[in-house]
């Protein structure tokens, strides 16, 4: 182990590195101290050096503890025990490449030259696995990984410490942009350019994907345990979809010129699980779960109800599922009850009040009201409709319908029948949701659409390419919900055996199919009509 190069200092021993740095600071204690002296106003500057100094100090005792911990190179047993268990989950290895040198930084920026083992990734004997049918199908779009064999035990990320890796993953989320996040790293003395730090940071985002792929996986053949987080809790779940542009490439490029490219919108689709209150407002100190995807919406009712799974929601006290108008959300709700096993008499389904109020401004609209005529209509309607009454909200605007005779295709009854079919669902029992006191409104999943996509994800020249969108916006979910820790743990394991790069993707059931033969005769499939001008479509 030696710093900066291979023919740099050598590090031994964290007391040998703890008394060389001592004796450096017994002497720029005095610098310092003539320096405050002389101009007291210099104190920031000075704070700043001690600060570096003792940064540096904790990174070269951390190194010779390293040094110290990995003085004997891993057994050929142990080598061999990895390589076992990363076959197993479908990564095979190569032996081992005795003395591979790597560059590792640490959080004061300090560079080490590493000498480890390390066990490349096998792509012929993977290649020979998949045509065996003894890996997924999909397995393909996972190129397998190789591993760093001491550096994996101790969970370092792409060149760089643990905690390094951390905190460059968290300045990238919290930051405008990549190169604000350089220049604060810059700071803090460590240098980094900006594709390392994008290669740091999307690192640490496929790896949660990775875990998440993982799990998914385990749901679907009945090995994911279940938690005990909503035992007994008044649960509280929503889902909605957000806006981003993708950047799509067109033609390859050619020298000389530049790649030209489709700035198309795509929709992130989100989902949030937390815990109420006995005034039907997020518990305060409580956990929440946000996760999301820019796959199918089948792709995020899977996701859904693998986390409903994890947390046991099927031992909650009661769940409420809340939501726009949205068809792709309503028409797979069932299907995710059914996985999940929670008894019918524990759900409730409520559409967001305050988008079924702005259909029935917009069918007054489309009745021709004028606009200064109408706030008093829609001001008793929307009363009517808090109080549970829906049906004396939809005979109204039919008979104001009838009374200019209306043909049966106007679009004015597209909002009157979407107010009938959410009434018929019982999604719209909005006084019961009152003396339940449970949400009415779902601001929650607004509200994380905002600041997980809209503020970072979002906005003018920002294109983004699909995996890294994927990852970002699953590092930001889990950022946002504090669940950054328990990821983190899950991703450490994983690289224990090398894990899947840039594959998220899974297989998702054919829900709709489904749902449609368990529940056509009972006529319980959902049938909303489109409404022009509606956010709301049908995925």
Same mark, same amino acid.
């Given at each position: 182990m030696n710093i900066q190069t291979n023919e740099g200092r050598t590090v031994n021993s964290a007391q040998e590195e703890f008394e060389l740095v001592a004796e450096e600071v017994k002497t720029a204690i005095k610098n310092w101290r003539e320096r405050l002296r002389e101009a007291p106003a210099k104190l920031p500057e000075v704070e700043r050096e001690i600060h570096r100094q003792m940064e540096r100090l904790a990174d070269l005792v951390l190194a010779g503890l390293l040094a110290e911990v990995g003085a004997q190179p891993p057994s050929d047993e142990k080598i061999e025990a990895v390589r076992e268990k990363a076959r197993e989950e479908g990564n095979p290895l190569k032996a081992p490449m005795r003395h591979y040198s790597i560059k590792v930084a640490f959080l004061s920026g300090l560079i080490l030259c590493l000498r480890v083992v390390y066990c490349p990734a096998d792509k012929r004997k993977r290649d020979q696995l998949i045509a065996a049918n003894l890996l997924p199908e999909d397995a393909e779009q996972a190129?397998?990984?190789?591993?760093?064999?001491?550096?994996?035990?101790?969970?370092?990320?792409?060149?760089?410490?643990?905690?390094?890796?951390?905190?460059?993953?968290?300045?990238?989320?919290?930051?405008?942009?990549?190169?604000?996040?350089?220049?604060?790293?810059?700071?803090?003395?460590?240098?980094?350019?900006?594709?390392?730090?994008?290669?740091?940071?999307? *690192?640490?985002?496929?790896?949660?994907?990775?875990?998440?792929?993982?799990?998914?996986?385990?749901?679907?053949?009945?090995?994911?345990?279940?938690?005990?987080?909503?035992?007994?809790?008044?649960?509280?779940?929503?889902?909605?979809?957000?806006?981003?542009?993708?950047?799509?490439?067109?033609?390859?490029?050619?020298?000389?010129?530049?790649?030209?490219?489709?700035?198309?919108?795509? *929709?992130?689709k989100l989902l949030i699980i937390y815990i109420m209150d006995e005034n039907g407002k997020k518990q305060k100190q409580s956990a929440c779960w946000i996760d999301g995807t820019f796959q199918k919406a089948d792709h995020v009712m899977e996701l859904l109800a693998m986390h409903l799974h994890r947390l046991g929601a099927k031992d909650a006290q009661s769940i409420e599922f809340v939501s726009d108008g949205a068809p792709w959300i309503w028409n797979r709700l069932n299907w995710v009850i059914d996985k999940v096993g929670i008894a019918p008499e524990k759900v409730i389904k409520v559409l967001d009040f305050w988008h079924?109020?702005?259909?029935?401004?917009?069918?007054?609209?489309?009745?021709?009201?004028?606009?200064?005529?109408?706030?008093?209509?829609?001001?008793?309607?929307?009363? *009517?409709?808090?109080?549970?009454?829906?049906?004396?909200?939809?005979?109204?605007?039919?008979?104001?319908?009838?009374?200019?005779?209306?043909?049966?295709?106007?679009?004015?009854?597209?909002?009157?029948?979407?107010?009938?079919?959410?009434? *018929?669902? +019982?999604?719209?029992?909005?006084?019961?949701?009152?003396?339940?006191?449970?949400?009415?409104?779902?601001?929650?999943?607004?509200?994380?659409?905002?600041?997980?996509?809209?503020?970072?994800?979002?906005?003018?020249?920002?294109?983004?390419?699909?995996?890294?969108?994927?990852?970002?916006?699953?590092? !930001?979910?889990?950022?946002?919900? +504090?669940?950054?820790?328990?990821?983190?743990?899950?991703? !450490?394991? !994983?690289?224990?055996?090398g894990g899947s790069k840039k594959h998220y993707r899974w297989e998702?059931?054919?829900i709709l199919r489904n749902v449609k033969l368990e529940y056509e005769e009972a006529d319980q499939l959902l049938k909303i009509p489109e409404i022009s001008g509606d956010r709301s479509k049908v995925a």
């Open positions: 190129p397998g990984r190789g591993v760093h064999v001491e550096l994996g035990e101790f969970g370092f990320g792409k060149g760089c410490t643990p905690g390094l890796e951390e905190d460059i993953s968290r300045l990238v989320c919290w930051f405008p942009s990549m190169e604000l996040a350089r220049k604060e790293l810059s700071r803090k003395g460590v240098q980094k350019n900006i594709k390392q730090i994008r290669r740091i940071a999307l *690192e640490m985002g496929f790896g949660m994907l990775d875990v998440r792929r993982q799990r998914i996986q385990q749901w679907k053949e009945n090995t994911l345990p279940r938690g005990q987080q909503l035992k007994g809790k008044k649960v509280a779940v929503a889902i909605d979809g957000g806006r981003i542009r993708f950047r799509e490439n067109t033609k390859k490029r050619k020298k000389g010129k530049k790649t030209t490219f489709e700035p198309n919108w795509r *929709e992130p079924a109020a702005h259909h029935i401004s917009l069918t007054l609209e489309r009745l021709g009201v004028p606009e200064r005529q109408r706030k008093a209509p829609y001001r008793t309607l929307r009363r *009517e409709l808090k109080m549970g009454r829906w049906r004396r909200v939809v005979e109204e605007l039919e008979n104001l319908a009838s009374e200019q005779k209306l043909p049966e295709d106007h679009e004015a009854f597209q909002g009157i029948e979407y107010l009938r079919v959410h009434g *018929e669902c +019982e999604h719209l029992r909005y006084l019961m949701c009152k003396r339940k006191r449970i949400t009415r409104g779902s601001g929650a999943i607004e509200s994380s659409i905002r600041r997980v996509i809209n503020l970072r994800m979002k906005g003018n020249g920002i294109f983004w390419k699909e995996e890294n969108a994927e990852a970002f916006m699953v590092m !930001r979910a889990n950022l946002l919900s +504090e669940q950054w820790e328990s990821e983190i743990s899950a991703i !450490r394991k !994983r690289r224990l055996t998702a059931e054919d």
